[in-house]
């Protein structure tokens, strides 16, 4: 039985605590998941109080990402792989699944390339910025994976992934996430965050779209604002990775897995084999 | 081959990239490691900017700990789980060393009893502290070591530990490592901080006693202050566990793991078999 791969973002209003209890009932009865998360508000107010505010930049393409120098990743790491992964580990153990947390570069997990000098939109005009902490996944370790869910473990993974030479980098989560159901031959990706889906007039939620063929992509990405166009994105890495559907679904309450299982939210089909 | 615990504390004056540098070297020849870590400098400074700062407090038998609420626990798994653990691992990375960081509450690693009411000294009178989130590892996770260790991985061992019902708990590490060393069968445990060894006369490094033997025990404890009473149970107890020796040596600066291997520092060594 292939894994699911879910990713939940880390927005605010994103309740891990209906996801963590989601999760936990569907290991119980035999699903076998890899669970990747984010951390982006609660990176942004320890920031903010270390005296760090978060910077965004904005790529030429269009596409919205954090500003990741030396002390940003940090920051970022200490959040991400201390605060909230150890919080949901600590939240499936209670619940008696055995979670295991790791980060990207734990076991060369997840391993690509350091973009160190990025080009970025500012006032209209494209700049480079020098040392950047920000890369991308290449591949997978999907060996470590298996051998942890072997016996019996729930993986939990987190950024920051790791570059050819070890360092340390700051990779998109969804598209992480994407990488690692494409790597594990997984049925179904799951992208959860505080959006019911992908909204054709944004941010009116009675405009979800149910579903979007693998031809009708171009046409649906031209709804998609801000995080949704990296979603996207990652969306379509999988689908052209081998996975069978991506579910863009909603973290906010419920049942948020069981919900997306059922196809709520926005469900992106692979081209028709 | 049985392998070689480290663990290295979290205080000032301590030298990651020295010890990182020399763990990998040792890598490379084959020894196989367990590392364990602290981070209580990093922890006190950042809960101290996040305006929790630390307090401690003193057991009716002199030990000193951290006075850990829930707040103080998530700062603490913030710095040691995020900062210093993926630190660690990253320099590892560096050195082409596979390191994989967990914390006890990955796997159920390092599980125990969490101890929510703890008596403390305060102005020479007992009182009871409610609420706190710390406790003591009974069981070692060997399993999981093992099973990583088997695949070519290095663990990065941190705390907390995990409590019988789940919950994060922060456990003294010098004594997980202990634990750790006990149930892996190690040779040998180090246990390594910005101090030379047990000190006759603190703080002054001339006093250094070099070796103590099983049976002398008791009277060496009479040297010990502040956290190296706790290190010196830490010892007492991997040596009831079975561990051939126990080094107390320096982290500051050199080849602290080799120099430990040749006895620099304090050797306690197991009662006569």
């Given at each position: 039985?292939?894994?699911?791969?879910?990713?939940?973002?880390?927005?605010?209003?994103?309740?891990?605590?209906a996801l963590?209890?989601d999760?936990?009932?569907?290991?119980?009865?035999?699903?076998?998941?890899?669970?990747?998360?984010?951390?982006?508000?609660?990176?942004?107010?320890?920031?903010?109080?270390?005296?760090?505010?978060?910077?965004?930049?904005?790529?030429?393409?269009?596409?919205?990402?954090?500003?990741?120098?030396?002390?940003?990743?940090?920051?970022?790491?200490?959040?991400?792989?201390?605060?909230?992964?150890?919080?949901?580990?600590?939240?499936?153990?209670?619940?008696?699944?055995?979670?295991?947390?790791?980060?990207?570069?734990?076991?060369?997990?997840?391993?690509?390339?350091?973009?160190?000098?990025?080009?970025?939109?500012?006032?209209?005009?494209?700049?480079?910025?020098?040392?950047?902490?920000?890369?991308?996944?290449?591949?997978?370790?999907?060996?470590?994976?298996?051998?942890?869910?072997?016996?019996?473990?729930?993986?939990?993974?987190?950024?920051?992934?790791?570059?050819?030479?070890?360092?340390?980098?700051?990779?998109?989560?969804?598209?992480?996430?994407?990488?690692?159901?494409?790597?594990?031959?997984?049925?179904?990706?799951?992208?959860l965050?505080?959006?019911?889906?992908?909204?054709?007039?944004?941010?009116?939620?009675?405009?979800?779209?149910?579903?979007?063929?693998?031809?009708?992509?171009?046409?649906?990405?031209?709804?998609?604002?801000?995080?949704?166009?990296?979603?996207?994105?990652?969306?379509?890495?999988?689908?052209?990775?081998?996975?069978?559907?991506?579910?863009?679904g909603d973290a906010?309450?419920g049942q948020p897995v069981?919900a997306?299982?059922?196809?709520?939210?926005?469900?992106?089909?692979?081209?028709?084999?």
């Amino acid at each position: 039985m292939n894994p699911i791969v879910i990713k939940v973002g880390g927005s605010e209003g994103i309740d891990l605590d209906a996801l963590c209890a989601d999760v936990a009932s569907l290991v119980h009865d035999g699903v076998p998941l890899v669970l990747v998360h984010g951390g982006s508000a609660e990176t942004n107010r320890v920031a903010t109080q270390l005296g760090h505010a978060p910077q965004f930049v904005t790529s030429p393409s269009g596409f919205t990402s954090r500003l990741t120098d030396r002390k940003a990743l940090e920051i970022f790491e200490m959040v991400y792989c201390g605060s909230i992964n150890k919080g949901i580990v600590e939240r499936l153990q209670m619940a008696g699944v055995n979670a295991v947390g790791l980060s990207g570069i734990d076991g060369r997990l997840w391993e690509g390339r350091r973009k160190k000098n990025i080009r970025v939109l500012e006032d209209g005009k494209i700049r480079v910025l020098r040392d950047s902490w920000t890369g991308t996944v290449d591949r997978v370790n999907v060996d470590l994976l298996n051998l942890l869910m072997g016996q019996g473990y729930l993986p939990v993974l987190t950024p920051p992934g790791i570059s050819e030479d070890g360092e340390a980098i700051n990779v998109d989560g969804d598209r992480a996430a994407a990488r690692t159901a494409s790597a594990l031959g997984a049925d179904t990706l799951m992208l959860l965050s505080n959006v019911p889906g992908l909204l054709k007039a944004f941010p009116d939620e009675s405009s979800l779209l149910r579903e979007v063929a693998y031809e009708d992509f171009d046409e649906a990405m031209e709804f998609a604002e801000g995080r949704m166009r990296i979603k996207m994105l990652g969306a379509k890495e999988a689908l052209d990775g081998g996975v069978g559907r991506v579910v863009l679904g909603d973290a906010r309450n419920g049942q948020p897995v069981r919900a997306a299982m059922d196809g709520v939210g926005t469900v992106l089909m692979g081209a028709a084999k």
